[in-house]
C-alpha cells in the first residue's frame, strides 16, 4: 500500500464518506441490486473497507467475504460483525493481488478501490488475474473506476485549488490511458 494511501484511510473518514444517501452509494447498490440476482451467493468484497456494501448483501443472505488492506476497516468491519444480525463469513486483512480464497470459489467479486488505487499497470493485471482465478465459471466481476477527469471535477466541487499539494494532483496525473 502506498504510505499516502495508507495514511489518508487512517484518518477514519471513509466510513462517513458512503453513509447515508451519497451518489456514488446509491448508483453502487442499484448496480448490485441489478446484477447480483442469485441469492445465496459467495460474494468477496475485496477492497470493501468497514464493509459498507458487504453488510446490506449478507442481510440479504448472501454469504460475503470481505479483505481490505487497512486495519482500521478490518477492526471497524469486525465490530459490526459482532452485533449483525446476518454477519459477514469472513473479515481478513488482505491484497487483492493475492487474494488466499481457492480457485472457483466466488459467484461474485467486487472490487470498489483496487484498481483505482493500484497505480501500477503490472499490480492491476495481478489484482485482475487474483479475481478471474476465484471466480466460478459464469461468475461476476464488478469493478469501479475513476476517470482521469475525477481530481479536476473534485477541485471545481469542493474549491480546492487554493490547496497546493491538490494542484499538483490535477497538473501531474498520469495522463497515458494505456496505463
Do not use: C
Request: net charge negative; charged share 25%; hydrophobic share 40%.
Amino acid at each position: 500500500m502506498i504510505e499516502h494511501i495508507q495514511q489518508h484511510y487512517d484518518l477514519g473518514n471513509e466510513t462517513s464518506r458512503l453513509t447515508g444517501m451519497s451518489l456514488e452509494r446509491l448508483r453502487t447498490e442499484s448496480i448490485l441490486d441489478r446484477y447480483l440476482t442469485n441469492s445465496p451467493a459467495v460474494i468477496l468484497d475485496i477492497g470493501g473497507g468497514d464493509g459498507v456494501y458487504a453488510f446490506p448483501l449478507a442481510a440479504k443472505g448472501y454469504e460475503v467475504h470481505l479483505v481490505d488492506p487497512i486495519k482500521l476497516h478490518i477492526d471497524q468491519a469486525l465490530e459490526k460483525n459482532s452485533t449483525a444480525s446476518k454477519p459477514l463469513k469472513t473479515v481478513q486483512v488482505g491484497d487483492a493481488r493475492k487474494l488466499t480464497f481457492e480457485d472457483d470459489s466466488a459467484d461474485a467479486v467486487l472490487y470498489f478501490g483496487p484498481l483505482y488505487h493500484l497505480q501500477e499497470k503490472v499490480d492491476r493485471v495481478k489484482a485482475l488475474s487474483e479475481a478471474f482465478r476465484v471466480l466460478k465459471k459464469g461468475g461476476l466481476l464488478i469493478s469501479a473506476h475513476i476517470s482521469q477527469f475525477t481530481s479536476l471535477i473534485d477541485g471545481i466541487q469542493w474549491n480546492h485549488f487554493a490547496d497546493p499539494n491538490f494542484i499538483e494532483i490535477v497538473w501531474t496525473a498520469p495522463r497515458n490511458l494505456d496505463s
